[in-house]
């Protein structure tokens, strides 16, 4: 028996409505959910002494159940002439003060102020099934029945699936008004019920007197009965608010009924309090493992500011995380800076209800889900810093504990937050550490995490940088590229070169330039003066003779001193990012690797000179048409592929004599490699030029 309009235009006729009983007979018909479902918010909006109208009643038993629980003063009211014929016969004896009447909602027969609540489950979404002037001429004359009938003080409860046009008007039309707006949001009702993907919300409208010229919106949201409601700042904040949790639900339907199919799936929880994020999910799927009953899903989280890392903060990084946990569903969650996390065993606590939601279909009933982890605690992330610069934006300054025990200080751009902008580590013997806490191993396979014993430490404000370290496996590529420079004796570290660097950050590159080659000149060129700010008082950057920061902008710079000819480097180096996110590009900005500027960029360079390149590009035709640009101006072109990075280093150089076989280029950066460890300063031995080189092809 198909009950189905043919458009739902019919939703809102008479006619419909009687056709549609008729053919259901006695069968209740229960939109959004049961008296069961919504009893707790019914509850605490209505009194049982107080009088109800229900509209637009069909022939749910939502009235009969609240009468039987206490609330006997409740009129019910519907369009269609069959299903309050029947309403009556099904009640005369067992519910005899209900009253049901044949009555239109938009020209009611009730006198003014005689109810003090109106209760309506699912009749405005049938009502408005579209925006066309007709359909907003029915919504209106519905809300100014309403508002006419309930007392001053009244309640307005609306069920409804708030379509995004239908809570646009009722919101609007009741807080222009002068009602405030509470909006109650559930996602879970009985299965019996379960009948929509979307979830249900209750809109509580509480009519007051309309002042004279005073507007004072009250909105607030509540995502449970007994949480303290949001105050929010203006309906469009409480729309959004309302559509986020729509999304979630259709997200959660759509990974319930199966694998998320390769797609980057992910969403950020917020604190109930703050609303800031506190935790993002990331869904990996594995279609190809069999699902067996100790691997159909489990939950990684990631320790605090590791998410940055390649196997954390990237697609390809989660996937490959995702094999090698062997999981049929991993969910990686992420802990965010601002937010206060106790232990692995409170956050556990905290998501236990809320990651089932996202369970792989078939999912055993009461399986136990392993909590995994790296290190066995939470991580250590210490906030030391907060700025704001007018060109890079907010940004914060902070040390976090490292795989391999130590610490590093990050510079972070906030418009970004899974991209470390500048590292330093922290040497061991620069301060004191503050013990945090200590766990003792688990058993994974009983939903705990593998925790080991050990204490967690948080650096001191103060402690010094490793200027040895070069955080960045492209820093240490473009490192790597200056046995380009070689005669037949190799490059050496006491070799007179002149270089300029485009891009300061936390000024790392340049400071491990002017120390492990003694005789270089530097001049940093860095846009925004914040950036050396940060630099100087955070990562213990410092000018000398040899080196110089002149802050400007790149491009102009280059321009100018081009256009000069009074300038000549025997490298120049780019490691600058472009602060458009749009684009498919994220270092250099486009205007750096123009045809035009790099030849201004060729006119600097020394005869045997070298133009080193970050290249960060996604787009492939872009990518395309900027390596045909660079190769129509540099004859020789070198690339090195960072492995598991988007970062491309880029060897350019003026003329084809000076091409090098992989040979002559192994031993050359051995000779390069051997010199800087005799240079007097520490040597991180996980610093391998030569090798690095193996994998230079010639573009």
Known sequence: MNLLPKSSKEFSSAEYWETFFKKRGGSAFEWYGTYVDHCAVLHKYIKPKEKVLVVGCGNSELSEQMYDVGYQNITNIDISEVVIGHMKERNAALR?????????????????????????????DAVMTDESDGTLRNVERMFAEIGRVLQVGGRFLCISLAQEHIARKVVSHFSQEGWPVRVHAFEEQSEASRQFVMPVFTFVFTKFRKLPGARQEILEMCTEEQEKPLRLESAERLLELVKARQQYALLRNHLARGSSSGENVSLTL???????????????????????????????????????????????GRRQLGKTAAFKRLLVVALHRDQLYQSMDAIQEELSGKVME??????????????????????????QYRGVSDISGEYVIEDVKGEDGNFYRH??????VNVVQSEGKLLHNASKTVSKHKKKKKDKRKGQSCLEDESNSSPKLGQAIDKSYLCCNHHRAMIAGLALLSNE?????????????????????????????????IDAIEIDPEMLEVATRWFEFSQDNRMKVILADGLHYIRTLADEGSGSYDVIMFDVDSKDTTLGMNCPPPAFVDR?????????LAPRGLFILNLVCR???????????????????????????VNEILYCQLSTELKTGSKHLLNSGQILENDLKKSGK?????YRLAEMLEKVTIV
């Open 358 to 383: 996202f369970a792989p279909y078939g999912l055993p009933p009461g399986q136990q889900v392993p909590f995994l982890s790296v290190g066995g605690d939470i991580g250590v992330r210490t906030i």
């Open 619 to 645: 787009d492939h035709r872009l990518k395309e048409k900027v390596m045909a640009d660079i190769k129509s101006v540099f004859p020789l072109v070198y690339s090195q592929k960072i492995e598991g990075e």
């Open 682 to 686: 520490h040597w991180d031995q996980t």
């Open 489 to 521: 004796g190799g490059f050496l570290a006491d070799a007179a070169v002149s270089l300029l660097v485009i891009g300061l950050g936390g000024g790392s590159l340049p400071l491990f330039i002017h120390d492990f080659f003694s005789q270089s000149t």
């Open 596 to 604: 035009a500027f790099l030849q201004k960029i060729q006119s600097l």
């Open 96 to 124: 005899p003060a209900m009253a049901f009447t044949k009555m239109d909602m938009m020209q009611m027969d009730f006198s003014d102020s005689q109810f003090q609540v109106v209760l309506d489950k699912g009749t405005l």
């Open 270 to 316: 917020c604190n109930r309090e703050s609303g800031k994020p506190r935790y993002t999910f990331y869904v990996v799927d594995q279609p190809s493992v069999r699902p067996a009953h100790a691997n159909n899903f489990a939950i990684f989280i990631v320790p605090q500011g590791r998410e940055t890392e390649w196997i954390f903060g990237t697609d390809e």
């Open 411 to 416: 510079l972070i751009f906030l418009s970004n």
